[in-house]
C-alpha cells in the first residue's frame, strides 16, 4: 500500500474545499482575463457584499486571487492561473463519467 503524506492531503482538501463552492468558481471565471474592482464585482452577483468579501478572502489566503488597494477601492485578479488547468481537468473527467454512466445506463435498459 503506497503511503501517502498526510500533510499533502490536508492541502488538497483544503484546496478542493474552497473550490468546491459555486460561488467561488464563478468568482474565479469572473477574474479570469481581467482584474477588477470589488465595486464591480458586487453588483454581477447573487449574494450580499459581505458575503462576496468573505469568499474572495478565502480564495485569496488559498492564494488564487491577489489583491491591490487603489484609494479605497480593492482590485482581484488571478494569482495562480493554473487553477484553470485543474478545472478544465475536472471538466473533461465529468464528461468522461457522464458518458460512462450514460452508457452503462443504456446497456442496462
Same mark, same amino acid.
Given at each position: 500500500?503506497? #503511503?501517502?503524506? %498526510? #500533510?499533502?492531503?490536508?492541502? $488538497? @482538501? &483544503?484546496l ?7 460561488? &467561488?468558481?464563478?468568482?474565479? =471565471? ?16 447573487? %449574494?450580499?457584499? +459581505? *458575503?462576496? @468579501? ?12 491577489? @489583491?491591490?488597494? %487603489?484609494?479605497? +477601492?480593492?482590485? =482581484? +485578479?488571478?494569482? %495562480?492561473p493554473? *487553477? ?13 463519467? *457522464?458518458?460512462?454512466?450514460?452508457? $452503462?445506463? *443504456?446497456?442496462?435498459?
Amino acid at each position: 500500500m503506497t #503511503k501517502v503524506d %498526510e #500533510k499533502k492531503l490536508e492541502l $488538497e @482538501s &483544503r484546496l478542493f474545499a474552497i473550490l468546491g463552492q459555486p460561488t &467561488r468558481l464563478r468568482l474565479l =471565471y469572473m477574474l479570469r482575463d481581467r482584474e477588477l474592482c470589488v465595486c464591480k464585482i458586487n453588483p454581477a452577483m447573487r %449574494e450580499d457584499q +459581505s *458575503v462576496i @468579501s468573505r469568499h474572495l478572502g478565502k480564495l485569496r489566503d488559498m492564494g488564487l486571487l491577489a @489583491s491591490r488597494k %487603489e484609494g479605497v +477601492s480593492v482590485y =482581484y +485578479s488571478i494569482a %495562480e492561473p493554473a *487553477v484553470f488547468e485543474l478545472l478544465e481537468n475536472a471538466n473533461g473527467l465529468l464528461r468522461t463519467i *457522464v458518458e460512462r454512466q450514460a452508457r $452503462e445506463a *443504456v446497456e442496462a435498459l
